[in-house]
């Protein structure tokens, strides 16, 4: 079926260090893979997106890592900073006659000062 | 990207009644979305607004509960019909843009 798995669900971490969610899909066509920050109270905002004919995307602090093979993706946040704390997404797109995106569970992410 | 407008943006209704959301964006869009986000949770996907025929829902979900309409590229309403306190969430719409998938603001709604 239709599933995104995200791991961990909640992440610490020092103003400084480094975070990595990880993510995995179940639909072998999925193509499109995004991310999401969600601040208390706000929209989710796209942060990050990565397309299956590429392994890395990186934007400034954060990268993107996807390996089709294993059919899991990662996101990486480097010199992270309080404003980092937030809930992240992982989504994935699944065909089968239209489009639609598929949300893993989230991950709170508190960066510590 | 397309400025997502929802209204209303919160709503504290009687348990029975109905509401209907309406999101408006700024430009026209082909594919439009509905989700819902129980508290602390992630987003589930309601049903994929078409315009000019019936909506497309996930499993789990209704017609019945959940009507949807979509007049034009711009515009679409969800109805939360019959409300239970378990409706109790925040729905929001979501268009397919240039550069990617993006939210609206989100309507809060509480069912007592």
């Known amino acids: 079926g239709e599933n995104v798995e995200q791991h961990p669900s909640t992440l610490s971490v020092q103003e400084g260090d480094s975070a990595v969610i990880k993510c995995t899909y179940s639909?072998?066509?999925?193509?499109?893979f995004p991310w999401y920050k969600q601040e208390l109270g706000k929209r989710p905002q796209l942060i990050i997106d990565i397309r299956s004919n590429v392994g890395e995307k990186k934007d400034q602090r954060i990268a993107v890592t996807l390996n089709k093979t294993a059919k899991h993706f990662s996101l990486h946040i480097t010199e992270t900073q309080p404003e980092d704390s937030a809930v992240y997404f992982c989504a994935a797109i699944f065909s089968g006659g239209y489009n639609k995106l598929i949300f893993g569970a989230g991950t709170r992410l508190a960066v510590h000062p | 990207s397309a400025v997502i407008s929802q209204k209303p943006s919160r709503d504290i209704c009687q348990r029975g009644t109905s509401l209907t959301i309406q999101c408006q964006v700024d430009s026209q869009v082909t594919m439009m979305f509905w989700y819902r986000q129980q508290p602390g949770q992630s987003l589930t996907l309601i049903a994929t607004a078409n315009q000019g025929s019936e909506a497309t829902y996930e499993s789990g979900f209704v017609i019945d509960k959940f009507p949807i309409s979509r007049p034009n590229l711009t515009f679409s309403t969800l109805t939360v019909s019959n409300m239970s306190p378990e409706d109790s969430s925040i729905y929001l719409c979501?268009?397919?843009?240039?550069?990617?998938?993006?939210f609206g603001p989100g309507t809060r709604l509480t069912v007592l």
């Open positions: 979501s268009v397919v843009g240039a550069g990617g998938q993006f």
């Open positions: 639909d072998s066509a999925s193509n499109y």
